[in-house]
């Protein structure tokens, strides 16, 4: 298997640019997770999917972000406009639903750095 | 809501000898999992090892193992024959039950340091 693939790896923008990060979950997997880490706040989950519908986006930071699952196979995160203090490592990670103990399994993240 | 904490920022041991590495966490729950994720330089979370809170044993891994203290809500992990490749930083995480919360809670991390 390949595992959860994200792409841009790194991006480099400007303030007030849109950012769009995209993940593809491990092929079969019915959940899909958005992290971010920072040095200040560490690991915070920001959204996640279940059968491509968004359950949880207590953690999204404001309305600048967004975050969508087309389907099974593709889900994009948005940051429009971006700021500085977006600046931040982005992982996605997939499980499959044989219950809540089911481990999450964590893409290479993307490195984003909003000038 | 729960918490995760690990003492240890930093946390250092020789190639071959042993190291613990602290995580309680606080919870009201008694069904839930812990788990163990390394993160090395090249920033990708791996998971080292879990554990059900229904269950006694502690869980092992080859050289990765745990102490659950459910009691006193501590899991910590020991890294047996420390290698160079285990140098990351570790965080400890927790997840808890029921419903369709999916939701991992992590520590801040520790950096471990392999010294050859």
């Known amino acids: 298997d390949a595992g959860v693939i994200q792409s841009p790896r790194h991006e480099v923008t400007e303030m007030g640019q849109e950012v769009t990060l995209r993940c593809k979950p491990i092929s079969g997997h019915d959940y899909l997770f958005w992290y971010r880490q920072t040095m200040m706040r560490g690991l915070e989950l920001l959204i996640y999917?279940?059968?491509?519908?968004?359950?949880?986006d207590s953690g999204m930071p404001e309305d600048r972000f967004s975050a969508k699952m087309p389907n099974a196979s593709f889900s994009t995160l948005k940051i429009q406009p971006s700021e500085p203090r977006d600046s931040a490592v982005y992982f996605c990670a997939s499980s499959l639903d044989r219950g809540w103990g089911e481990t999450q399994y964590f893409g290479p993240g993307t490195r984003l750095l909003v000038l | 809501a729960q918490t995760v904490t690990q003492s240890q920022p930093e946390m250092s041991v020789q190639e071959a000898e042993t190291v613990t590495l602290s995580c309680t966490y606080d919870?009201?729950?008694?069904?839930?999992?812990l788990f163990w994720y390394k993160q090395p330089p090249s920033r990708q979370m791996i998971l080292v090892i879990r554990?059900?809170?229904?269950?006694?044993q502690n869980a092992t891994e080859n050289r990765f193992s745990v102490n659950f203290q459910k009691a006193a809500k501590s899991f910590s992990l020991k890294i047996s024959d420390s290698q160079l490749g285990d140098a990351a930083m570790y965080f400890c995480a927790y997840r808890t039950s029921g419903g369709s919360n999916y939701k991992l809670t992590f520590g801040k991390g520790t950096l471990l340091t392999v010294n050859p």
């Open positions: 554990q059900e809170a229904y269950k006694q």
């Open positions: 919870t009201s729950e008694s069904d839930y999992y």
């Open positions: 999917f279940n059968n491509n519908v968004p359950i949880d």
